[in-house]
C-alpha cells in the first residue's frame, strides 16, 4: 500500500515538474505532457460529448491551448481542473459546431467506434466486437450529467473527490450519479452482452 502511495506522489511530482516547464514555455515539456496525458484527455472528451469522431480535432485544439494558455494557470498544482476546464469548454464548442453542420447536411453519420480487440477465433472476436460497440454504444447515450463523472471515474480511474472537484459537485452528488449512470447501463444493456 505504502508503495502505491509512494507511485503517485512520483507521479505527482513528475507532472508538477511538466507544468512548471510548460509555464516556462518548454517545448519539450509539452511533448512529454501530452504523451503522459493524452489518453486522459480522450477519455473526457468521451465522457462529456459521447462520441469518439469528435476527439482528434478536439485533443489538437486542446493542447494548442494549453501552450497559449499555460500562463493563466495561477496554481501549478490545479493543473488537472484548469486542463479539465480547456477539454470541457473546446468539446462543448465543437459539439456545437458539429450539431450546426449536421443540420445542414443531408447525409447520415457514419459510426466510429473504437473496436474492441480481436481474439484468434473469428466467431469470439466477433462476439467481443459485439460487446464493446453495444458497451459504447449505452456509455454514450446515457445523459451528460451521468456520462461524465461515469467516464472520468471507471474508465480514467478519478476518485469521487477529484471528480467532484473538477466538476464543481460535492462527493456525495459525484457517487449518487455514479449510482444512477450504473442502474442505467444496467437497464439497457441487460440481456445484450
Same mark, same amino acid.
Given at each position: 500500500?505504502?508503495?502505491?502511495?509512494?507511485?503517485?506522489?512520483?507521479?505527482?511530482?513528475?507532472?508538477?515538474?511538466?507544468?512548471?516547464?510548460?509555464?516556462?514555455?518548454?517545448?519539450?515539456?509539452?511533448?512529454?505532457?501530452?504523451?503522459?496525458?493524452?489518453?486522459?484527455?480522450?477519455?473526457?472528451?468521451?465522457?462529456?460529448?459521447?462520441?469518439?469522431?469528435?476527439?482528434?480535432?478536439?485533443?489538437?485544439?486542446?493542447?494548442?491551448?494549453?501552450? %497559449?494558455?499555460?500562463?493563466?494557470?495561477?496554481?501549478?498544482?490545479?493543473?488537472?481542473?484548469?486542463?479539465?476546464?480547456?477539454?470541457?469548454?473546446?468539446?462543448?464548442?465543437?459539439?456545437?459546431?458539429?450539431?450546426?453542420?449536421?443540420?445542414?447536411?443531408?447525409?447520415?453519420?457514419?459510426?466510429?467506434?473504437?473496436?474492441?480487440?480481436?481474439?484468434?477465433?473469428?466467431?469470439?472476436?466477433?462476439?467481443?466486437?459485439?460487446?464493446?460497440?453495444?458497451?459504447?454504444?449505452?456509455? %454514450?447515450?446515457?445523459?451528460?450529467?451521468?456520462?461524465?463523472?461515469?467516464?472520468?471515474?471507471?474508465?480514467?480511474?478519478?476518485?469521487?473527490?477529484?471528480?467532484?472537484?473538477?466538476?464543481?459537485?460535492?462527493?456525495?452528488?459525484?457517487?449518487?450519479?455514479?449510482?444512477?449512470?450504473?442502474?442505467?447501463?444496467?437497464?439497457?444493456?441487460?440481456?445484450?452482452?
Amino acid at each position: 500500500m505504502a508503495d502505491m502511495g509512494m507511485m503517485q506522489a512520483a507521479e505527482q511530482d513528475a507532472d508538477l515538474r511538466l507544468v512548471e516547464a510548460l509555464v516556462r514555455k518548454d517545448p519539450l515539456a509539452l511533448e512529454a505532457f501530452v504523451r503522459r496525458h493524452e489518453r486522459w484527455v480522450r477519455g473526457v472528451v468521451f465522457g462529456i460529448a459521447g462520441r469518439n469522431d469528435l476527439a482528434d480535432d478536439v485533443i489538437q485544439q486542446v493542447w494548442t491551448a494549453v501552450w %497559449r494558455q499555460i500562463g493563466t494557470l495561477r496554481d501549478p498544482t490545479a493543473w488537472r481542473a484548469w486542463l479539465y476546464g480547456l477539454v470541457r469548454r473546446a468539446t462543448i464548442d465543437a459539439g456545437r459546431r458539429w450539431r450546426r453542420r449536421r443540420r445542414n447536411e443531408v447525409t447520415v453519420e457514419p459510426e466510429v467506434l473504437t473496436r474492441a480487440p480481436s481474439t484468434t477465433q473469428p466467431d469470439q472476436g466477433l462476439i467481443a466486437d459485439e460487446r464493446h460497440r453495444r458497451l459504447l454504444e449505452a456509455i %454514450r447515450s446515457l445523459p451528460s450529467i451521468y456520462r461524465e463523472p461515469f467516464v472520468l471515474k471507471h474508465l480514467e480511474g478519478w476518485s469521487y473527490a477529484e471528480i467532484g472537484s473538477v466538476l464543481g459537485l460535492p462527493v456525495d452528488t459525484v457517487e449518487t450519479r455514479l449510482v444512477r449512470a450504473r442502474r442505467l447501463l444496467r437497464e439497457m444493456l441487460q440481456g445484450a452482452l
